[in-house]
């Protein structure tokens, strides 16, 4: 096995660790519509703020 083949492992190896982390880590980037993930507290559903 030559130093190339070790670092094109390497490399597959990490970008498989970060495709496999993406799947498993939730990501709370907000509100994304869907309020059975969020237990009601959506803001998409209130009232727009009125203008004076």
Do not use: Q
């Not at 939730?26 to 507290?41: F, M, N, P, T």
């Amino acid at each position: 096995m030559s130093i190339g083949d070790i670092i094109l492992a390497l490399i597959v190896l990490v970008a498989v660790f970060f495709a496999v982390r993406s799947v498993f880590v939730k990501k709370s980037a907000g509100c994304s519509g869907d309020c059975a993930h969020c237990g009601g507290s959506c803001h998409h559903h209130d009232a727009p703020p009125k203008k004076k």
